[in-house]
């Protein structure tokens, strides 16, 4: 995910803190974005205002909380969010890294491949799992639900993936093997 361009996408509604911020990318992503901590948010925020895309004023805060400091979207910050909202690119997984990974283990006898296809299938095993769960839920708004259905069948293709690097390095070990 591409946290700077989706921080720069929440602020083209209307100007918010750090907070707000992330209380909209959670309400946005639904179980996925209990994950997002406050600090990532700030620390996007900083680096979008060092690049001009976003500016920050202090709001007053109420008599039980420290003044806050409210961010808005520059001219050049919309400019972005406009491209990125326009952009026809779709996101992929680094099966390049990966698969050399795999082959850099094999070759150096670093570590079994196929064993590292095991310890990467039990990873998504465990994402798939907590999706479906998650998916499951009937109180997941059904646009949070779409969002939880592409991220399934996704993990279902990186599975297959997986099943295939799995034959083909399996049946390689046998005949170095032979």
Not at 62 to 80: H, I, K
Not at 93 to 117: G, I, M, Q, S, Y
Request: aromatic fraction near 4%; glycine fraction near 6%.
């Amino acid at each position: 995910m591409r946290v700077q361009d989706v921080v720069l996408a929440m602020l083209a509604k209307e100007p918010a803190h750090g907070y707000e911020l992330r209380r909209r990318m959670r309400g946005a992503l639904g179980p996925l974005g209990e994950a997002m901590n406050a600090g990532q948010i700030y620390v996007t925020l900083t680096r979008l205002a060092k690049a001009g895309l976003v500016t920050s004023e202090r709001a007053e805060g109420l008599p039980d909380r420290p003044d806050r400091r409210v961010y808005a979207l520059t001219p050049a910050g919309q400019e972005r969010v406009t491209a990125w909202l326009t952009e026809v690119t779709w996101p992929k997984p680094d099966l390049t890294e990966f698969h050399l990974k795999l082959v850099a283990a094999a070759a150096a006898r670093l570590a079994d491949p196929v064993a590292l296809v095991d310890a990467h299938r039990r990873e998504v095993l465990r994402r798939l799992r907590d999706a479906q769960r998650a998916a499951l839920d009937r109180s997941v708004d059904p646009v949070v639900g779409l969002l939880l259905e592409g991220v399934v069948l996704r993990l279902r293709a990186d599975l297959e993936w997986l099943e295939a690097c799995e034959r083909m390095w399996t049946a390689r070990g046998r005949k170095a093997e032979a």
